[in-house]
């Protein structure tokens, strides 16, 4: 597409035209997309990464000056949200390697056949905690990992007593379907009334 018709898209687009604004978003979508797969090296992660990049981009198209390129812009923007997405991975690792470090200190067997099946147990619950929502995760790793009682956690997370309970218990039915049936695909904690 020529310079000038984008021009007049993005003006079209700033004017709040709906079919300017998704023409942008079909003429750039596929660069924003490889721009962050290539970031992310994560298909899904890349894919919400490029959509929020456009919505982002178009919250912010009324104060798009055109002093950069639009593709320029866009990966600006892409790149940014890009590395939001790399800081939460990086700190939920770090979160993730810490956990195994302190329950292995607890769980460690003499026999070193023990201590790798054991491993292997503590990374398939781990995995299984990592699986689950924000709201259901830091309840049960504020429970059994920093042992807080669900007074202290509704504390902690600004909710109230029976909220905590009722996240807690919908957490274990998950976490219990999960690792009692390991070839079973369970990909949600079961209704949750508090959700």
């Known amino acids: 597409m020529a310079m000038k018709p984008i021009q007049q898209l993005l003006q079209q687009a700033q004017a709040n035209d709906t079919a300017a604004t998704e023409a942008l978003v079909r003429e750039y979508y596929g660069y924003v997309l490889r721009l962050c797969l ?23 198209l009324p104060g798009y000056r ?24 990086r700190a939920r690792q770090r979160l993730e390697n810490s956990l195994r470090a302190v329950y292995s200190l607890f769980q460690r067997s003499a026999d070193p056949e023990q201590a790798i099946v054991q491993d292997e147990a503590n990374w398939q619950v781990w995995r299984a905690v990592d699986d689950l929502g924000e709201k259901h995760r830091l309840p049960v790793i504020l429970r059994y990992v920093h042992e807080l009682s669900a007074s202290e956690i509704a504390t902690v997370l600004g909710l109230s007593e029976g909220t ?18 390991p070839g079973r695909d369970v990909k949600e904690v079961p209704h949750d009334p508090d959700a």
Not at 68 to 87: D, M, Q, S
Not at 164 to 174: D, F, K, N
């Open 38 to 60: 290539s970031v992310l090296d994560d298909a899904n992660e890349a894919e919400d990464a490029a959509q929020e990049t456009f919505i982002s981009a178009a919250r912010d």
């Open 66 to 89: 055109g002093e950069a390129e639009p593709k320029t812009w866009l990966y600006a923007i892409a790149v940014n949200t890009c590395r939001g997405r790399l800081r939460k991975r």
């Open 164 to 181: 905590v309970h009722s996240r807690l218990h919908y957490a274990r039915q998950y976490l219990h379907a999960r690792l009692s049936q």
